[in-house]
């Protein structure tokens, strides 16, 4: 019913800089939270940012003042710019959607599929 898909992963060396997005379609009401999340080899999924309707944001301690989340709620689009990256943010990075598909207030979480920022030192 809803896909999520990312773009904007890659191969930078640290101290360089990338743009994920995400963007979300199919029956669709309503998005409350978009947010991104990462799960490097061997750990768990960790949050690293999430942004409100409203535009409130949320950071993961290890990401604030490198990271900014964003969004365009006209495009259902998250996006993530990542500045001052460093080896330990290679990861798979995950977006998801909490979403409503009609108006009658149950909401449910989406995840797109992964992709891959690899940070070389």
């Known amino acids: 019913q809803v896909q999520l898909v990312e773009s904007g992963g890659g191969l930078v060396q640290a101290g360089g800089s990338l743009r994920l997005s995400c963007v979300a379609s199919g029956r669709i009401f309503s998005i409350n939270v978009m947010g991104w999340y990462r799960q490097a080899p061997g750990k768990q999924r960790e949050l690293v940012a999430t942004?409100?309707?409203?535009?409130?944001?949320n950071y993961a301690d290890s990401v604030k003042g490198r990271f900014t989340i964003s969004r365009d709620n006209a495009k259902n689009t998250v996006y993530l710019q990542m500045n001052s990256l460093k080896p330990e943010d290679t990861a798979v990075y995950y977006c998801?959607?909490?979403?409503?598909?009609?108006?009658?207030?149950?909401?449910?979480?989406?995840w797109g599929q992964g992709t891959q920022v690899t940070v070389s030192s």
């Open positions: 998801n959607a909490d979403l409503m598909h009609d108006g009658s207030g149950y909401q449910f979480r989406y």
């Open positions: 942004v409100t309707s409203g535009g409130s944001t």
